[in-house]
């Protein structure tokens, strides 16, 4: 069983920093494409980052320059490091891998963030909220 666990998420002033954890088990790809989703009140959940095993990464424009996804050794966690928080980065926050291979010139060029929503494993979400 596919289970993603998300921490780290929690309120902060703008201009300030929060990390969030994803760990990840049972998942059956040695090597694949996972990312950071973000849905705020009102509005439709977006794609913010992804990451190839060891590779590639791609960034919404909203975030480029601000958040950094990363993955540690053992490949089983994946973190986003947010600075330069702003209060439209308020959501809940969401890790996600995909139910089936994704090439890494396709995560790289943000296909996993941008166009799948349906098809994947999704964690429980984390809240962050970034006050004025």
């Known amino acids: 069983q596919v289970q993603l666990v998300e921490s780290g998420g929690g309120s902060v002033q703008a201009g300030g920093s929060l990390r969030l954890s994803c760990a990840v088990s049972?998942?059956?790809?040695?090597?694949?494409?996972m990312g950071w989703f973000r849905q705020a009140p009102g509005k439709e959940r977006e794609g913010v980052a992804s990451?190839?095993?060891?590779?590639?990464?791609y960034y919404a424009g909203s975030v480029k320059g601000r958040f950094t996804i990363s993955q540690d050794s053992a490949k089983n966690t994946v973190f986003l490091q947010m600075n330069s928080l702003k209060p439209e980065d308020t959501a809940m926050y969401y890790c996600?891998?995909?139910?089936?291979?994704?090439?890494?010139?396709?995560?790289?060029?943000?296909?996993?963030?941008?166009?799948?929503?349906?098809?994947?494993?999704w964690g429980q979400g984390t809240q962050v909220t970034v006050s004025s």
């Open positions: 990451i190839y095993t060891g590779g590639s990464t």
């Open positions: 996600a891998a995909p139910k089936f291979f994704v090439p890494e010139g396709l995560c790289g060029g943000g296909f996993f963030v941008k166009f799948v929503q349906d098809n994947n494993y």
């Open positions: 049972g998942y059956t790809y040695s090597s694949n494409c």
